[in-house]
């Protein structure tokens, strides 16, 4: 079973999420994340359309030549060339002329797996998940897309892992239907979760945590900020799952600022340790581009919480799980 660290970094950034980094700003991140302990980096062919998985690869080379960092990236999209020449698509900036497609049968699996391998500059990928699979991403399309993963691709998935080429199976997901309907018919070793379980929004995902806790699937949770407000502020919020935040969510930031404040912790700390006091996720992976954002994780990961803080923002915000870890 692979052992994976508290906190590791989502590579999206790097990929040009939102705005153009510099390889040089892309390579740094990632030194400063393995000098500061980080050593899980998730990734997917899908950010910045090769390029993140390329940078990242460049990194590692460089700074963690013996391979010791895990890696995780995605399957379920393939990159094929395209004649846009737009600055921005699908949310990332000057990215490779490259046009992710959806598939996820068996060949499609391999062929991305093998791919990624290539960007990654590694022989080998520890975590591999079915990327975006479920109606919030596929619409109409989802059931089609389900039926090709259950058909084939979930096969390709678990003869890698039982031949050892990768070491767990799981999806990357932002929705939690999808993770119920694939755990009815199917074994997973770990669910990736962005934006559902945080300090911000814990409802949907409750009953998951339940479902995990008992088949001993684990849970890695992505976007801890919800994509940025929980870092942002109630006063400068921009992004809030990757939308402009509605006025009802920046009223609930404003009010998990104030019980924050009144106990000195910044509101990014509370996000950032929220899903970690829950014995069911084994890993926290922020988006990290730069090395301010880097030391910051590492600050907000250690700063001291006290429970009647916790206590505080459970009884104000949101229901408290029987397996929630107080």
Same mark, same amino acid.
């Given at each position: 079973?692979? $052992?994976?660290?508290?906190?590791?970094?989502?590579?999206?950034?790097?990929?040009?999420?939102?705005? *153009?980094?510099?390889?040089?700003?892309? $390579?740094?991140?990632?030194? &400063?994340?393995?000098?500061?302990?980080?050593?899980?980096?998730?990734?997917?062919?899908?950010?910045?359309?090769?390029?993140?998985?390329? =940078? !990242?690869?460049?990194?590692?080379?460089?700074?963690?030549?013996?391979?010791?960092?895990?890696?995780?990236?995605?399957?379920?999209?393939?990159?094929?060339?395209? %004649?846009?020449?737009? $600055?921005?698509?699908?949310?990332?900036?000057?990215?490779?002329?490259?046009?992710?497609?959806?598939?996820?049968?068996?060949?499609?699996?391999? *062929?991305?797996?093998?791919?990624?391998?290539?960007?990654?500059?590694? %022989?080998?990928? %520890?975590?591999?998940?079915?990327?975006? !699979?479920?109606?919030? $991403?596929?619409?109409?399309?989802?059931?089609?897309?389900?039926?090709?993963?259950?058909?084939?691709?979930?096969?390709?998935?678990?003869?890698? =892992?039982?031949?050892?080429?990768?070491?767990?199976?799981?999806?990357?997901?932002?929705?939690?239907?999808?993770?119920?309907?694939?755990?009815?018919?199917?074994? !997973?070793?770990?669910?990736?979760?962005?934006? *559902?379980?945080?300090? !911000?929004?814990?409802?949907?995902?409750?009953?998951?945590?339940?479902?995990? &806790?008992?088949?001993?699937?684990?849970?890695?949770?992505?976007?801890?900020?919800?994509?940025?407000?929980?870092?942002?502020?109630?006063?400068?919020? =921009?992004?809030?799952?990757?939308?402009?935040?509605?006025?009802?969510?920046?009223?609930?930031?404003?009010?998990?600022?104030? &019980?924050?404040?009144?106990?000195?912790?910044?509101?990014?700390?509370?996000?950032?340790?929220?899903?970690?006091?829950?014995?069911?996720?084994?890993?926290?992976?922020?988006?990290?581009?730069?090395?301010?954002?880097?030391?910051?994780?590492?600050?907000?990961?250690?700063?001291?919480?006290?429970?009647?803080?916790?206590? *505080?923002?459970?009884?104000?915000?949101?229901?408290?799980?029987?397996?929630?870890?107080?």
């Amino acid at each position: 079973m692979i $052992t994976l660290p508290p906190i590791g970094m989502g590579c999206a950034g790097i990929g040009n999420l939102y705005r *153009r980094v510099d390889d040089h700003v892309a $390579t740094e991140t990632v030194a &400063a994340a393995l000098d500061a302990g980080i050593r899980y980096f998730d990734v997917a062919p899908h950010y910045g359309f090769g390029l993140a998985e390329t =940078r !990242l690869g460049v990194a590692l080379a460089e700074h963690d030549p013996e391979g010791h960092a895990l890696i995780s990236t995605k399957v379920g999209r393939l990159l094929e060339p395209t %004649d846009s020449d737009a $600055t921005e698509r699908h949310g990332f900036v000057d990215a490779p002329a490259l046009e992710p497609v959806f598939d996820y049968m068996h060949d499609a699996v391999l *062929r991305s797996h093998a791919e990624s391998l290539g960007r990654l500059k590694r %022989d080998r990928i %520890d975590l591999l998940f079915a990327h975006d !699979l479920g109606v919030e $991403t596929h619409g109409d399309a989802a059931a089609r897309h389900m039926a090709d993963f259950l058909d084939g691709g979930y096969r390709a998935l678990r003869d890698l =892992r039982d031949t050892g080429a990768i070491g767990a199976i799981g999806i990357g997901v932002n929705e939690v239907a999808v993770c119920h309907a694939l755990l009815d018919s199917a074994e !997973l070793d770990i669910i990736l979760l962005a934006g *559902r379980y945080t300090l !911000l929004e814990q409802d949907d995902a409750l009953s998951l945590i339940e479902r995990c &806790a008992a088949s001993g699937t684990r849970l890695v949770v992505g976007g801890p900020y919800n994509s940025g407000i929980l870092v942002e502020g109630s006063r400068s919020a =921009r992004h809030f799952n990757y939308a402009p935040p509605p006025p009802h969510v920046v009223t609930r930031v404003a009010a998990l600022e104030d &019980a924050c404040a009144a106990f000195d912790v910044p509101l990014p700390a509370a996000a950032l340790q929220f899903p970690r006091r829950n014995p069911v996720v084994a890993s926290t992976i922020p988006g990290l581009v730069g090395r301010d954002q880097v030391e910051a994780t590492v600050r907000f990961a250690e700063w001291p919480i006290p429970d009647a803080l916790w206590d *505080r923002l459970t009884a104000t915000l949101s229901p408290v799980s029987d397996v929630f870890a107080s």
